[in-house]
Nanobody, 112 residues
């Protein structure tokens, strides 16, 4: 049974930082591409960043230079380091594995 459990969300002031974690189980983590997505109220879910099994990354233009995705295969965990947070980063952040597995989401709220 695939399980993705996100943690690390919360309330932070603009300019602050958070690190999200997503612990995976029930999958062969090291062979899967992993990603972070977010969904703000009234908006569609959007890609934030992805990392391939080989470690290549891509980040949405809106977060380039501020967010960094990384992975630790030994811990079956993917991270999202978020710096210089802005109010428009406020959303529920979801972890994704492969094509189709999703976590329950973690709320990130950035106050101005």
């Amino acid at each position: 049974q695939v399980q993705l459990v996100e943690s690390g969300g919360g309330l932070v002031q603009a300019g602050g930082s958070l690190r999200l974690s997503c612990a995976a189980s029930g999958i062969i983590f090291r062979v899967l591409d992993m990603g972070w997505y977010r969904q703000a109220p009234g908006k569609q879910r959007e890609l934030v960043a992805r990392i391939t099994a080989g470690g290549s990354t891509n980040h949405a233009d809106s977060v380039k230079g501020r967010f960094t995705i990384s992975r630790d295969n030994a811990k079956s965990t993917v991270y999202l380091q978020m710096n210089s947070l802005k109010p428009e980063d406020t959303a529920v952040y979801y972890c994704n594995a492969g094509c189709c597995a999703w976590g329950q989401g973690t709320q990130v709220t950035v106050s101005s």
